[in-house]
């Protein structure tokens, strides 16, 4: 089975705005979020998108 369109991990400064069965990464930091963020888009082959200045997520097209 192939996975065609997902979200594979939501990255972010707000613990309590995220929520769902998705990998969260809670950071502390803007610097960190966005460190985390283009890691995270490597590790999985995905693409991160910056939803606000406190939320990522990476997503698999």
Known sequence: MKME???LAAITTQSEK???S???FHC???EEMEAVA???EAILD???HAL???LYIIVKH
């Open 52 to 54: 606000s200045d406190r």
């Open 18 to 20: 995220v929520s769902g």
């Open 5 to 7: 369109k997902a979200i």
């Open 46 to 48: 995905g693409i991160a």
């Open 28 to 30: 502390e930091t803007k």
């Open 22 to 24: 998705t990998a969260v």
């Open 38 to 40: 283009a890691n995270l």
